[in-house]
């Protein structure tokens, strides 16, 4: 069975710190990674990554998959409050229609 | 709000009720999923539709019935539910490009109660 674990569950941060938040899977037929951001109630994408090793970056958030290990990380650079979210990480296999989410991370940033 | 609508927002039913929750994409994507979100739980895929064709069913019971009479609307239908199906229902769509497409775009949920 297809399989997605996040750590650390919950963290909570003062502004200006960095975080990293991980994301390991096991999937049949991996294709891709997907960060996703939940605030109140629909997810909003951040990041898909399909090769292994190269950054993708979108301004204090960056995010990398390994594909032999089978993790991604997420970093937030100087944090914000408005980075406390949820955040979702979900593995997509290859046939482009099954996406598989993590419980994901409950970010909370204070001022 | 996104390209992804979702009515209504908040929906609290009994046990013997019938109801249906609707999502509306104006993205122009060809393939609807619909996802549940219970507490302390992952998003769990329920039903994708491709082109209006059901292509996947992930073992939901059948008091839930998908409907997606075309591309840019997708009902579920809801009856005889029980209290643990209380949950948030996610739809979200997907691009027509490279089969069915990577990045998902979420509606804003339907909160369900069911008492």
């Known amino acids: 069975e297809d399989k997605v674990v996040q750590s650390p569950l919950s963290l909570v941060v003062h502004e200006g710190d960095t975080v990293t938040l991980n994301c390991s899977y096991e999937?049949?037929?991996?294709?891709?990674l997907l960060w996703y951001k939940q605030e109140k109630k629909a997810p909003t994408f951040l990041f898909m990554l399909?090769?292994?090793?190269i950054e993708k970056k979108s301004g204090r958030l960056s995010s990398i998959l390994d594909k032999k290990e089978l993790f991604s990380i997420l970093n937030i650079t100087a944090t914000q409050t408005g980075d406390s979210a949820v955040y979702l990480c979900?593995?997509?296999?290859?046939?482009?229609?099954?996406?598989?989410f993590g419980e994901g991370t409950q970010l909370t940033v204070n001022p | 709000e996104t390209g992804v609508t979702q009515t209504p927002r908040h929906l609290v039913m009994g046990m013997t009720n019938k109801k249906s929750l609707k999502c509306e994409q104006h993205?122009?994507?060809?393939?609807m999923y619909w996802y549940k979100q219970s507490a302390k739980k992952p998003l769990e895929l329920m039903f994708v539709?491709?082109?209006?064709?059901?292509?996947e069913n992930n073992s939901v019971p059948s008091r839930f019935s998908p409907e997606c009479p075309n591309s840019s609307h997708l009902f579920l239908h809801l009856h005889t539910l029980q209290p643990e199906d209380s949950a948030l229902y996610l739809c979200?769509?997907?691009?027509?490009?490279?089969?069915?497409?990577?990045?998902?775009?979420f509606g804003p949920g339907t909160r369900l109660t069911v008492l």
């Open positions: 539709y491709n082109f209006k064709e059901q292509t």
């Open positions: 979900a593995a997509l296999e290859t046939s482009g229609s099954r996406l598989t």
């Open positions: 399909t090769s292994s090793g």
């Open positions: 979200a769509s997907s691009p027509p490009y490279r089969g069915f497409g990577d990045e998902q775009f």
């Open positions: 993205l122009g994507h060809n393939a």
């Open positions: 999937v049949t037929n991996f294709r891709s």
